[in-house]
């Protein structure tokens, strides 16, 4: 790893990161709630827009196991 300069390490750098995805409106409060805890629990920008159609499948499944 390179040293870095005095003048590199007296910027501030501000990461305001993304937004997280945001769970679909045709999910329950307990698909929901399953959603909001796996989003969470990752980086920012680890999820991609393009998988929220597979995020809620697995949320609705989670909950039908839990129920069964």
């Known amino acids: 790893m390179p040293r870095r300069s005095a ?5 501030v750098r501000v990461n305001g990161g993304g937004t997280r995805l945001r769970p679909p409106p045709e999910l329950d ?18 999820f991609l827009s393009s998988d ?13 196991a839990r129920r069964a």
């Open 7 to 11: 003048a590199e390490l007296s910027v």
């Open 29 to 46: 409060d307990e698909e929901r709630e399953v959603w909001l805890q796996l989003v969470g629990a990752c980086k920012t920008d680890h």
């Open 52 to 64: 929220a159609p597979l995020l809620a499948r697995y949320c609705e499944a989670v909950v039908l």
